[in-house]
Nanobody, 123 residues
Framework: QVQLVESGGGLVQAGGSLRLSCAASDRTFSSYHMGWFRQAPGKEREFVAAITWSRSSTRYTDSVQGRFTISRDNAKNTGYLQMNSLKPEDTAVYFC????????????????WGQGTQVTVSS
C-alpha cells in the first residue's frame, strides 16, 4: 500500500500563502487520483480539492475555488496544494489521500491517507 506524508503546514497571517506537499512512498502514486481534505477542531473532515492521476481534471470545494491550486508531479511521486489568500477559516489539519474512484469526493472513498499537517491562519 502507498504511504503518504504531508509537509508544508505552519502559521501564516490572513492573506498569506502556503504550499503543502504530499510525498508518496512509491510509483503506485501515479496510478491514483489524489485529494486534499481538511479537518478543523470539532468539525468533520471535508473535501478541499482533487486531481486525476493524469492531471486532466481538477475539482475544488466552493470555498477555496480561485484561491487554492492542486497539482502533482508523478515523476517525483508528489502532490501539492498551493494555498493563496488564506483566511482564518482555512485553519485546519490538512490531509492528502488517494483513490481509484474519480467523482466521489467523500473521505470514505479514499483508500490511503497521510498523517496530516497543521495550517493555522491568524487574523
Amino acid at each position: 500500500q502507498v504511504q503518504l506524508v504531508e509537509s508544508g503546514g505552519g502559521l501564516v497571517q490572513a492573506g498569506g500563502s502556503l504550499r503543502l506537499s504530499c510525498a508518496a512512498s512509491d510509483r503506485t502514486f501515479s496510478s491514483y487520483h489524489m485529494g486534499w481534505f481538511r479537518q478543523a477542531p470539532g468539525k468533520e473532515r471535508e473535501f478541499v480539492a482533487a486531481i486525476t492521476w493524469s492531471r486532466s481534471s481538477t475539482r475544488y470545494t466552493d470555498s477555496v475555488q480561485g484561491r487554492f491550486t492542486i497539482s502533482r508531479d508523478n515523476a517525483k511521486n508528489t502532490g501539492y496544494l498551493q494555498m493563496n489568500s488564506l483566511k482564518p477559516e482555512d485553519t485546519a489539519v490538512y490531509f492528502c489521500a488517494v483513490t481509484n474512484r474519480w467523482g466521489d469526493y467523500t473521505p470514505h472513498r479514499y483508500a490511503y491517507w497521510g498523517q496530516g499537517t497543521q495550517v493555522t491562519v491568524s487574523s
